[in-house]
């Protein structure tokens, strides 16, 4: 059975760090991803990597803060949150696929698996 669950989530005072992590199990995942929903708003894609660990993929409004990384041949991933905003708030899920095509890693339909999330809150 195929399971994501994600940890590390929390409040921070803007201009702070968090680090996310998820652990997957049940299978091993080509493509894993975080998105993000703010209060009221669609889930967004936030930042993704490839099975090796070296093909990374951010929005832009995350790229120079976060970092996502991989232990190579394991299903964890991180995402280190860096100088965070107050419109980095949200709840920060995990995302697993088996497909392998890199032009899908923006894209939420084309992930299989999902994590419950985890409520990242930045206060000014």
């Keep these: 059975q195929v399971q994501l669950?994600?940890?590390?989530?929390g409040s921070v005072q803007a201009g702070g760090s968090l680090r996310l992590s998820c652990a997957a199990s049940g299978r091993i995942f080509?493509?894993?991803?975080?998105?993000?929903?703010?209060?009221?708003?669609?889930?967004?894609?936030?930042?993704a990597i490839n099975?090796?660990?070296?093909?990374?993929?951010?929005?832009?409004?995350?790229?120079?803060?976060?970092t996502i990384s991989r232990e190579k041949g394991k299903n964890t991933v991180y995402l280190?949150?860096?100088?965070?905003?107050?419109?980095?708030?949200g709840v920060y899920y995990c995302a697993a696929r088996t497909g392998g095509n890199p032009s899908a890693a923006r894209i939420s339909g084309r992930y299989d698996y999902w994590g419950p999330g985890t409520q990242v809150t930045v206060y000014s």
């Design 5 to 9: 669950v994600e940890s590390g989530g």
């Design 51 to 66: 099975g090796n660990g070296d093909s990374t993929y951010y929005t832009d409004s995350v790229k120079g803060r976060f």
């Design 80 to 89: 280190q949150m860096n100088s965070l905003k107050p419109e980095d708030t």
């Design 30 to 47: 080509y493509g894993m991803a975080w998105f993000r929903q703010a209060p009221g708003k669609e889930r967004e894609f936030a930042a």
